[in-house]
């Protein structure tokens, strides 16, 4: 087979031609300065070149998937590629800027940062092979118990009475596909992304280029004249190196380069709420996810381990500011007051008087303490125009940012990957072109679907339950909608069928049928 040669003449242009021992090269009388024979993909080395290396010295490989971007959602993809049988010899390249902190360095105590994975993101990370790893030291929610302070009206998720009816169904949730132990589990970030990184450390077909940063993109679609073409892009860090490649993948976050670099258009808007994120100790060891709706915004509580438990608490930038400011024992004040006080207007419903054991509203737990110090960031929307452009792909928060208050921004991204993976599973087992267009917009549309779907269902929720006017200042025209909204809640915690199908939905119901085709001998 012919071997790439970079070759830097002295005008300083590189040039890259096919080399063969039974067909030599035509003689040439420009000095040459340098040669250099590429590596192969598999012998590139865990850190490339220092930035100070001249431009002139190329070091030129050759990869089928350059995945730009090594957060969760970008490792989590090449593990995905690595373990499915269709990629067992393909060169997968994943760039990122820094390494994540190792395993064994992490601090005993949880990080303020988690996330809740579901029972579907917990089956794809066993079919990848790191979820033994994780649930150790993860917080399992059991139960799940939404209000707010405006009124009686509560939903309330016992899963004890939901196991048995959601292991029964024939078209998912099979116990041998996915651990039933509760509606989700919440993960710490470094720990999710430690675990990952080590793993696809051990996947030959996946070389990590740690640090890296990206340049440019060459052969984008802007740059071609008549649609799609064999040719492969040209991915350029800005240490000179440079990977060809039959796909490029975005995973490089909201303020996405490659996004840019394809010219897709985002669209979104800022929700001028700051989530003020904490980790406490409670008054009981907890297993319940917990969300009471404030006129202000959203606070959560979400399980870790023994009597730890993460807080999310979504509210008005400056009251963000004072929170974070204030000393514990004020901070703590404000939180019981927010989670503890009794509903502002009574809304009497007849559907509270019906509701069984299990459906009856339980006390939330009291909060007795900090275990780190509170910090806060915006909060916004953000969605692109396109996922899929030519050889290019976006998946996680390169796609689309959402609110946190349902805790499905990293389940959203684990469902792009699954849906990505199996489209270029399928693309290869019939011969196509895993960079195709043709291709890659069917990842585009089944995710862009669902993920609307969630976007419009996070804001219905979000604005419904949100109010402008300060606690117990509301006027009585508010009255009858903050009525009519308790009297609804009241009545879907009534209906076993209905709260039935919102669970299988937030446990990523939908995606199991792709997880299964794709790794399904891995489950």
């Known amino acids: 087979d012919a071997l790439p040669i970079s070759l830097t003449l002295s005008a300083r242009k590189a040039w890259r031609l096919p080399f063969s021992s039974g067909r030599p090269l035509e003689p040439t009388s420009i000095p040459l300065t340098t040669v250099e024979i590429a590596p192969p993909v598999s012998s590139l080395p865990l850190k490339v070149r220092p930035t100070s290396t001249p431009l ?19 490792t989590a993809l090449a593990c995905a590629l690595a373990s499915s049988p269709m990629f067992s010899a393909s060169k997968i390249v994943l760039l990122e800027q820094r390494p994540p902190a190792p395993l064994a360095e992490l601090p005993s105590l949880p990080d303020s940062r988690v996330v809740a994975v579901t029972p579907t993101t917990i089956a794809f990370l066993q079919a990848i092979g790191v979820w033994d ?19 009686t009206g509560h939903l309330r998720f016992d899963m004890s009475s939901e196991l048995d009816s959601l292991r029964s169904s024939p078209l998912s949730f099979a116990p041998a596909t996915v651990s039933l132990d509760g509606l989700g589990h919440i993960v710490e970030n470094r720990r999710l992304q430690a675990v990952l990184f080590e793993r696809a450390k051990q996947f030959p077909q996946v070389n990590i280029v740690c640090p890296s940063q990206l340049d440019t993109i060459e052969g984008l679609k802007k740059d071609i004249q008549d649609g799609d073409t064999p040719l492969p892009l040209l991915v350029k860090l800005k240490d000179g190196h440079a990977i060809s490649a039959r796909l490029v993948i975005g995973s490089d976050g909201a303020m996405s380069q490659v996004r840019t670099l394809a010219d897709i258009f985002s669209w979104g808007w800022t929700y001028e709420h700051h989530a003020v994120v904490a980790n406490v100790r409670l008054d009981r060891h907890n297993t319940t996810a917990w969300q009471r709706f404030l006129p202000t915004g959203p606070l959560a509580i979400l399980p870790l381990w023994e009597d730890m438990s993460s807080i999310v608490w979504s509210t008005s930038p400056l009251e963000a500011q004072r929170l974070v400011k204030s000393a514990e024992p004020d901070f703590i004040s404000h939180l019981n007051e927010a989670l503890l006080t009794r509903s502002l207007h009574e809304t009497p419903s007849f559907w509270t008087s019906t509701s069984s054991a299990a459906d009856q509203f339980v006390d939330p737990p009291y909060v007795l303490g900090l275990t780190n110090k509170p910090w806060s960031h915006p909060l916004k929307l953000q969605h692109a125009d396109r996922y899929a452009s030519h050889r290019v792909a976006l998946i996680g928060d390169a796609a689309h940012t959402v609110h946190p208050l349902a805790g499905q921004g990293l389940n959203l991204g684990i469902g792009d990957v699954i849906s990505l993976a199996e489209t270029l599973h399928t693309a290869v087992a019939t011969g196509a072109d895993i960079g195709s267009l043709h291709v890659l917009q069917r990842f585009e549309n089944d995710r862009k679907a669902a993920n609307i779907a969630m976007i419009a269902v996070l804001n219905f929720i979000k ?50 049928n792709k997880l299964k085709q794709t790794f399904g001998g891995l489950l």
């Open 463 to 512: 604005y419904s339950f949100s109010s402008s006017a300060p606690a117990g200042s509301q006027s009585v025209l508010d009255l009858p909608w903050i009525t009519s909204r308790n009297a609804v809640v009241s009545m879907i915690n009534n209906l076993p069928s209905i709260k039935r199908e919102i669970v299988k939905y937030a446990m990523g119901d939908g995606q199991l």
């Open 133 to 151: 790893q994780l649930k150790a030291r993860s917080g399992v929610f059991r139960d799940m118990q939404v209000w707010e302070a405006e009124g």
């Open 56 to 74: 002139s010295v190329v070091s030129h490989t050759e990869a089928d998937v350059v995945i730009v971007g090594g957060g969760m959602v970008g």
